[in-house]
């Protein structure tokens, strides 16, 4: 079996799209995959992730990439907050309604609802997160993360929503839980949910060919309300911005034309 072959049995089996996926990388990572459970051909390994579950979780975990951190890139969390937010809340109505796409296994959601937190009452924000990958979202869901992943996070955010488990794992509160709601999505095959006053897409579109880069960005901007702003990732500046109907504000921030 061909790798061309390979994406096809692929998309029956998890209806992950790999021609949106930049080539060179994903058969690079698929083939350090199969080397490390000793599968010689992609025929055998085909074969295997439709019949061992444990091998299925660990290919869709392993091809989606899903490391995430709360406070990622903290200075772009400073112009969040300082910078970006103030405008948001002035042009809206006291309520905030944003979409963390790709959003792993939950620590950018959540990093989101404890800064708005700050700014709005719990019932004024509406936080949609979502991944392709269940298993993240079952992590997110269960709230428990290990310290090193809130290493950025601000103290007073850790002192206020997280309960101590042991020396390396911290649950997050209901209160924050409350503010979020996870659901399934392909950012590349799924209809796409609307009236957002903010979408964070961060470190997911750096895998994706440009073509589907490009649709994915036209896509959130049908999916803005006016005056929306899309949040990306440190290495995802778009060059194309005007073209797809955007504003440049600072770095990685673009608002909706
Ligand atoms: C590196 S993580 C980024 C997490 C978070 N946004 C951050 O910046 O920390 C990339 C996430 O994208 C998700 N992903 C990959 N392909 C996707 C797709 N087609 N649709 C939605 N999510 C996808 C993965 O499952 C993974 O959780």
Avoid at 210 to 235: H, P, Q, R, W
């Amino acid at each position: 079996m061909n790798y061309e072959q390979f994406k096809k049995h692929i998309y029956r089996l998890t209806h992950i799209d790999l021609n949106s996926y930049k080539e060179r990388q994903m058969k690079r990572r698929i083939d350090v995959l199969t080397q490390k459970n000793k599968f010689i051909g992609y025929d055998d390994y085909v074969h295997a992730l439709k019949n061992d579950k444990e091998l299925y979780e660990e290919f869709v975990g392993f091809i989606t990439i899903n490391v995430s951190e709360f406070y990622r890139n903290p200075e772009q969390w400073r112009i969040l907050e300082e910078e970006i937010l103030p405008d948001i809340l002035k042009n809206g109505n006291g309520m905030i309604n944003v979409w963390s796409a790709a959003c792993s296994t939950g620590d950018e959601p959540y990093s989101l609802a404890m800064l708005l937190l700050d700014y709005l009452p719990k019932d004024n924000i509406r936080i949609l997160a979502t991944d392709i990958d269940r298993k993240v979202l079952s992590k997110a869901e269960e709230g428990i993360y290990n310290f090193k992943s809130m290493s950025n996070l601000p103290v007073k955010y850790i002192n206020q929503y997280f309960i101590k488990i042991d020396e390396k794992r911290y649950k997050i509160k209901d209160s924050i839980k409350e503010c979020v709601r996870f659901q399934q999505h392909d950012l590349l095959e799924d209809s796409y949910p609307m009236n957002f006053d903010l979408i964070i897409c961060r470190n997911v579109v750096i895998y994706f060919t440009d073509e589907a880069k490009t649709k994915i960005y036209k896509k959130f901007n049908d999916s803005m309300n006016s005056n929306g702003i899309l949040f990306v990732g440190c290495t995802e500046q778009i060059v194309d911005y005007k073209e797809l109907n955007y504003d440049s504000l600072k770095s990685f921030f673009y608002k909706k034309n």
